[in-house]
């Protein structure tokens, strides 16, 4: 049985690593698995995304060489089904955007809503290739990629995209200047493997029209409020009527979820009142660089003991990158 075969029954990564390493020549390894999954890029049911998942796992354990890292992602498309795509360290996409129909055999991909994405690595694997077989539906389980590439650990984004007219410019700048700069001058690399994302998951206050508004007042911090206290508390700084009207929501500024080891993952929720809105747009940066520059040390201060990570590194890049969008 050859390397190409054999690491599909072995489910365990350490298991996986060592097996992986135990081949003297890893260049050959390497570029076995690679060829291997080219053949696996335009997946066509779910056994074969699972081969492709397994591929990748095994190229981010010897390495992805001179080619680009990708890693495979499983999530959810907009209607709720799973959705599986691969991206590169700058979270751009490559080869199949898959979303998946579940019926009651087991789930096939949806070609309609399903997309093709060139690869610097692959310039023979084409776009206008796009006619391919349809494949039949599993009752197999779609894997997700269990360890992942070096890529920008911090990866900021939004609860909804509403906000006042006032913010719009400063969260175009968030989206294309600020989290570019980050994906390029991170340096993943140099911080070590225990953490894969941290995730900024911001919220601003909006007042699209009465029955669409959301303006947060933000919690005193030292009250420690849990969310079944929001609204109590709400009701002792306003009436009922005041709080319908203007669509009040009482929040803490920050919210830390956990850490999960198995996944590298944390989420932290930061809350934007209506107030941050109405300063002018280089104070909004300055005010939206220092939350995020305080909750990346929160994070790093609540991980250093868990995580075997260079958190005084991260976040002195990440500090200094924000700092200078503030002042662009």
Known sequence: MGISEMIYDIDDLQQLRE?????SDVEKVRTALFADFLKHVRYQNAAEWNRAVR???????VGWGDKEPVEAVRGAYFNGNPNTFFVNRNAEPRFLD???SNRKAGVAIDYNLSSFHK???APFVKESDAEVAIGDTQPIKLSHQRNWIPKNPIFITRGIANCYENSKPVIESLEKE??????????PELYGGAINRIVFNCSFSFYDNYHCKTNYIIADESLKLKQKDFYPALLEMFSMKEIEDNGYYLRNRFTYGPFKSDTGMMRVGVVFEKEFSELPALRQKQVLGEYLIHAACQCAKRLSKRADYDFELM???????????EGA
């Open 98 to 100: 898959a979303v998946w």
């Open 119 to 121: 690869s610097p690595d």
């Open 178 to 187: 600020l989290k570019p700069a980050l994906n390029i001058r991170m340096r």
């Open 315 to 325: 976040v002195s890049d990440f500090s200094s990158i924000v700092q200078e969008w």
């Open 55 to 61: 591929l990748c796992e095994c190229l981010a354990i």
């Open 19 to 23: 097996y992986l390493y135990g081949w």
